[in-house]
């Protein structure tokens, strides 16, 4: 498959290719073009062309370019959802989910988009100024790179690509390199809708190579980025040469705290939904399991029981519910992290081997709370790290030690105590007896601390994706 730029079907004009790989069967699915510099410079001064006349586009026929997409879509789903399946190696149900939510995000973006009103400053609101009235408005930002991580394509898709071209501006895709070929016929859709063809593109190729051109190009205004937190920093230096606003979603370790009076079978549940979806692959997923001594040979007896009864096997299934990494560096990876943490002090009590790309749904008990994992190592695998603490405070320092603040979540029946517990917590979302792993479309969705910077979602991207400008009516009462 090749990438578009300016509405062509064209490689990378050094010839280079990536090889997209099914993570499940190891076979070759397709390439893409490894794009160079000089098709990021293509590709920049088209959305520049095209960022001319998109901007002055009304509203009510940006709408029907999207509503159209949509459509488009819902005609396209089952093969879109094949094709997600086959690349990420994500469930074949999951899949279908978050072809789905296409629909909801590009819906609730575009109702909010309705309401973007200008504010009025009245006269005389202070001292000197009884004859003059202002006005803000919005305008687009520009030339918008988004970069978008492998395990949740689609959704980030939505989040990024939505807002910016209702806006007004110009979108330059770049899709993850293990995966890019769904969000490729996303933006074939974009175009078969009627959007401008140099007003979304979609550029592939690796990080170093065709991320880094494209954060670093002078004529970039916007880098939105969601990845890694050392790959975010990295597009933030690139980004601040030339002053391009940058928004950025990073990695998370997020503490999931069980009290010793919660619902401890709703906490299992929610486990599985906030440790095993997409195969542990999520930001927000739970990660650190900080459990209270006084029920932790009851969390690990369900856990372990819990965690047998999932299907595991073919993504391709419907009944799968647990199947394989992205790729076979990324199941390494886990697997040596594993390897670490027991050589810290941890105990393996269930899994902890790999096949390939697929990782066994693992717990690790008894984790010191000063282990790697227990602080500053993201495991974006189906991995449980089981961190034993004795008071509540003892949770929130354990929680809190972390470099990392995307999420976090406590399980308790007394509302007092939680909500003392999320107020203490270091972390852009919290969540009461329910897994960190929640993100709304409408929620203003970030992290603090090495979690990035800024948020996303319909309450808060249109501020990210467009400036403020004020009209000044000066003297005009007589």
Not at 302 to 307: D, E, G, L, Q, V
Not at 394 to 409: D, M, P, T, V
Request: hydrophobic letters at 40%; one cysteine or more; proline letters at 4%.
């Amino acid at each position: 498959m090749k990438m578009i730029i300016n509405g062509k079907a064209v490689n990378s004009s050094d010839k280079t290719v990536l090889e997209i790989i099914n993570p499940y069967t190891q076979q070759l699915i397709d390439t893409v073009p490894n794009a160079s510099e000089k098709d990021v410079d293509n590709a920049v001064k088209s959305a520049l062309v095209g960022f001319k006349t998109w901007k002055d586009v009304p509203l009510t026929k940006k709408v029907k370019y999207l509503k159209k997409f949509l459509e488009l879509v819902d005609e396209n789903k089952n093969a879109l959802a094949k094709t997600l399946m086959q690349e990420t190696g994500k469930p074949i149900t999951q899949a279908i989910a978050e072809i789905g939510n296409i629909r909801i995000g590009f819906e609730s973006f575009i109702e909010r988009a309705k309401h973007l009103y200008d504010n009025v400053i009245p006269f005389g609101t202070e001292e000197g100024s009884d004859k003059t009235m202002q006005i803000t408005m919005r305008e687009p930002i520009g030339v918008i790179v988004a970069i978008i991580p492998f395990n949740l394509p689609c959704d980030l898709f939505d989040q990024k690509v939505a807002p910016s071209l209702l806006t007004g501006n110009t979108v330059i895709v770049k899709p993850p390199h293990q995966n890019p070929l769904t969000l490729i016929k996303l933006v074939e859709l974009l175009h078969s809708a009627g959007i401008p063809k140099n007003v979304i593109q979609v550029v592939t190729g690796d990080g170093p190579k065709t991320g880094n051109a494209l954060a670093s190009h002078p004529l970039v205004n916007k880098v939105t980025f969601t990845g890694s937190t050392a790959v975010g920093i990295k597009t933030y230096q690139n980004a601040a040469n030339h002053l391009a606003h940058i928004s950025l979603e990073l990695g998370g370790n997020d503490a999931f705290i069980v009290l010793e009076d919660a619902d401890i079978n709703l906490a299992i549940e929610e486990m599985i939904w906030g440790r095993m979806y997409n195969n542990g692959q999520v930001c927000c997923a739970s990660k650190r399991f900080l459990v209270q001594k006084t029920i932790l040979d009851e969390f690990i007896k369900k856990a372990k029981a819990r965690i047998k009864k999932l299907v595991v096997g073919d993504p391709s299934k419907k009944e799968t519910e647990i199947s394989c990494l992205v790729t076979v560096d990324a199941a390494k990876r886990v697997e040596a992290q594993i390897k670490k943490a027991v050589e810290q002090g941890g105990k393996i009590v269930l899994g902890g081997k790999r096949k390939q790309a697929y990782i066994e749904p693992t717990i690790i008990t008894d984790i010191p709370k000063n282990a790697d994992v227990a602080t500053d190592e993201e495991i974006f695998g189906p991995v449980v790290s089981i961190i034993p603490f004795n008071t509540v405070d003892e949770a929130i320092e354990i929680a809190n030690s972390s470099k990392f603040g995307l999420c976090g979540c406590v399980f308790t029946n007394n509302i007092n105590t939680a909500f003392n517990v999320v107020k203490k917590l270091e972390c852009g979302g919290t969540v009461i007896n329910g897994a960190s792993f929640f993100r709304s479309f409408e929620m203003p969705f970030g992290g603090y601390k090495f979690s990035g910077i800024g948020t996303e979602g319909v309450m808060s991207t249109f501020d990210a994706v467009t400036k403020t400008k004020t009209i000044t009516l000066k003297n005009i009462l007589k």
